[in-house]
């Protein structure tokens, strides 16, 4: 009998993937090639998300039976929102009238409040814009004085620009200044900020999709024709 248990004993440890007094194995990271790299965006809001995946995100009551976001598929005589290229939905965080109200707190980009849309020149601080239902442009205005608190926000989340540019601008008495045009790009994901937007006391972010960007522009110019054959 203690011979036959000897031999148990032996045959155990021979065949044991691992003796009892080796190291435990590394773990492998495996890198897959194939695998998405996340899409830019603005905080949860990612390019190429769809419309309904905002919207569910961004719900919230507001006065009577209005509800945010404020997109333009739902409330298409809105004077911010409003569109009329086909698939091309505008929306806001806010409704028109919020943005009267005392006290109001626009939305922030950077912990940077965007401006009021009543003194951004171009009617909104910030609007997220969709062609088919994909997100596919973030555009944020904000205080030129917060530029420099913008692009230093903006490198330490995509780091190095792709390329850095100056381009002249005016005022309203004619003068030309020098102003910052910062770029980023990976993919079809892009990113722009302008030093002086639209104004020189505004700088603008623009978050995009190139090629839905391209074929937004397109329609944009086909409706653009299509209404001047009418006049």
Same mark, same amino acid.
């Given at each position: ?19 009892? %007094?080796?190291? =435990?194995?590394?773990?492998? @990271? *495996?890198?897959?090639?194939?695998? &998405?790299?996340?899409?830019? /965006?603005?905080? $949860? ?57 005392? %006290?109001?707190? =626009?939305?922030?980009?950077? @912990? *940077?409040?965007?401006?009021?849309? &009543?003194?951004?020149?171009? /009617?909104?601080? $910030? ?30 989340k995509w780091g190095q620009p792709a390329e850095v540019s100056t381009e002249e601008v005016k005022n309203k008495m004619g003068a030309t ?41 397109k329609r944009e110019k086909e409706h653009a024709a299509k209404a001047a054959r009418d006049m």
């Amino acid at each position: 009998m203690r011979k036959a248990a000897v031999l148990t004993v032996l045959i155990l440890c021979t065949c044991s993937p691992r003796s009892f %007094g080796d190291p =435990p194995r590394p773990h492998l @990271e *495996i890198h897959d090639p194939f695998a &998405k790299e996340e899409r830019w /965006g603005l905080k $949860l809001d990612t390019l190429g998300e769809s419309l309904g995946t905002f919207k569910v995100r961004h719900l919230r009551p507001a006065s009577g039976k209005d509800h945010a976001p404020f997109c333009s598929d739902e409330k298409p005589s809105g004077a911010v929102v409003k569109t009329d290229v086909h698939g091309v939905v505008n929306c806001t965080l806010d409704l028109p009238y919020e943005t009267l109200d005392y %006290g109001y707190k =626009p939305p922030t980009v950077a @912990e *940077i409040p965007t401006l009021h849309p &009543k003194h951004s020149p171009y /009617g909104y601080g $910030l609007i997220y814009r969709f062609l088919d239902s994909q997100l596919w442009r973030i555009e944020a205005v904000v205080d030129t004085s917060s530029y420099q608190r913008l692009r230093a926000a903006a490198e330490a989340k995509w780091g190095q620009p792709a390329e850095v540019s100056t381009e002249e601008v005016k005022n309203k008495m004619g003068a030309t200044f020098q102003a910052e045009v910062v770029r980023w790009a990976r993919g079809n994901d892009r990113v722009e900020l302008r030093q002086a937007s639209g104004s020189l006391d505004t700088a603008k972010i623009v978050i995009f999709d190139a090629m839905l960007d391209s074929e937004a522009l397109k329609r944009e110019k086909e409706h653009a024709a299509k209404a001047a054959r009418d006049m």
